[in-house]
């Protein structure tokens, strides 16, 4: 069986697409596995795929490659257009509604048509219009499954499958640095300006604690400022990016995960494949969808204060290593659930039972 999996980039630093090249890399096992990435701005992938998955892009966005066409909108979808007229699959894989409703239109209708999604589509009436063109829909999570069942009524069926983790054996946190871990894009709707100020008041009163920041993003420069305001120098350290993120979640003993709106819980997978607790907000969708307080980690309520309150939630578990433990135990009960080659069965199961 030959799969096709379509991304806006295959190149970017996403937890959907972490998601999907450790999908493809565990199809690949077995079937022909192809990732079509609509831009290619660099040379390889930041994170990393297996060496039967192929790799290929409608444009090549790299500098001093030359193109055939004109630059823009139009060249793009021009490329796409012709991409899918010409694909010779058996399973395309789309990635979010704008790739979704294209595949609906243009690709071949032998061809077994599936869109992945993970948020709300942001346009409805489009994917309303096309997506019944589709054999499936297939979402990481039930609550997200019951939003799109509600918005397509039945047309087409819509499916949960969890997102996967790369193939074990995954590191292992030892439980004993006195470090609190983040990880993800800098941007407004991570709110990490929240995770630093809670810090502060952990810092303050658990001097030997720090806080460590992976990755980058348009909010590095807002946040160093706001480490410097507090007084922060010598707790919270910037890390940079990593395509090996579960390794520096090793090194944690407790990950935090400060956003309200999130999406995708990648990075909460992450964090408890390794076995560490996560502390996150009740409100954030995808947090809420695994993190179970008093089983893996723990929720954090909405309310006035939200920073004391996360705070005292960073606190509790510093102060308690006998329920870390604990609650990272359960972690790694969580994640061995969405290990790769299991969830590449249940594809597998979904797409022989559709065709």
Not at 60 to 72: I, S
Not at 138 to 164: C, F, I, K, N, Y
Not at 205 to 231: I, S
Request: proline share 7%; aromatic share 6%.
């Amino acid at each position: 069986m030959k799969v096709s999996m379509l991304l806006a980039s295959a190149y970017g630093m996403r937890g959907d697409v972490r998601a999907m090249l450790n999908l493809a890399t565990a199809l690949s096992e077995r079937h022909e596995v192809e990732v079509i990435s609509i831009r290619r701005q660099k040379e390889k992938p930041f994170f990393p795929v297996g060496a039967k998955v192929t790799m290929r892009s409608v444009v090549d966005a790299r500098p001093g490659v030359r193109h055939l066409l004109p630059r823009g909108q139009v060249r793009t979808e021009v490329a796409l257009w012709r991409l899918l007229r010409s694909l010779r699959s058996d399973v395309l894989v789309t990635t979010r509604p704008s790739l979704g409703i294209q595949a609906a239109r243009h690709a071949p209708r032998e061809i077994l048509k599936i869109a992945r999604e993970w948020g709300r589509p942001t346009v409805p009436g489009p994917v309303r219009k096309f997506y019944p063109r589709l054999d499936a829909v297939v979402t990481a999570t039930e609550s997200a499954q019951d939003e799109w069942g509600r918005l397509l009524d039945g047309t087409p069926p819509v499916h949960a499958v969890l997102d996967a983790l790369p193939s074990a054996p995954w590191p292992r946190s030892r439980m004993d640095n006195r470090i609190v871990a983040a990880g993800g894009r800098w941007v407004p709707v991570k709110a990490y300006d929240r995770l630093i100020r809670a810090f502060a008041i952990v810092a303050d009163k658990r001097p030997d604690w720090r806080l460590r920041l992976y990755g980058g993003g348009p909010e590095e420069r807002r946040l160093r400022a706001l480490v410097g305001e507090l007084d922060l120098h010598n707790h919270v350290y910037f890390m940079g990016t990593t395509p090996d993120l579960a390794g520096e979640f090793a090194k944690a003993s407790i990950v935090a995960n400060t956003s309200r709106s999130e999406d995708l819980g990648m990075t909460v997978l992450e964090a408890m494949g390794c076995g560490v607790p996560v502390v996150a907000f009740e409100g954030a969708r995808g947090p809420t969808e695994f993190v179970a307080t008093g089983y893996n980690g723990v929720l954090v309520p909405p309310a006035d204060g939200d920073v004391q309150l996360f705070a005292a939630a960073l606190l509790a578990l510093i102060d308690d290593e006998r329920r870390r433990r604990s609650l990272a135990a359960g972690a790694l009960d969580t994640a061995v659930r969405h290990a790769a080659p299991d969830v590449a069965e249940q594809w597998e199961k979904l797409i022989a039972d559709l065709r």
